[in-house]
């Protein structure tokens, strides 16, 4: 899947889970650039995103993320799986 693609998808989700259709999401984006993203957010954006894209991520992956960007290469490594 393309990056493109996928960031479309997340620009989606995160509008929706954090309640603001005009945040712009970019892969330099991090949790620090978007108001309402706490820890409670974060576990339902995560559940938002696997859900989207039908998998399930590690604790691992999602502790090691810190930008949109590597969330995306996160998806783009479980879509070739």
Not at 11 to 38: C, H, P, Q, Y
């Amino acid at each position: 899947m393309e990056r493109e693609s996928i960031l479309e998808k997340l620009t989606g989700i995160f509008r929706k889970v954090f309640d603001n259709n005009s945040l712009e999401v970019t892969e330099s984006v991090t949790a620090n650039d978007v108001e309402k993203w706490d820890s409670l957010t974060n576990i339902i954006m995560v559940d938002e995103v696997e859900k989207e894209f039908g998998i399930k991520f590690k604790l691992k992956e999602i502790m090691k993320l810190r930008n949109v960007g590597d969330l995306i290469t996160v998806i783009q490594d479980h879509s070739s799986q």
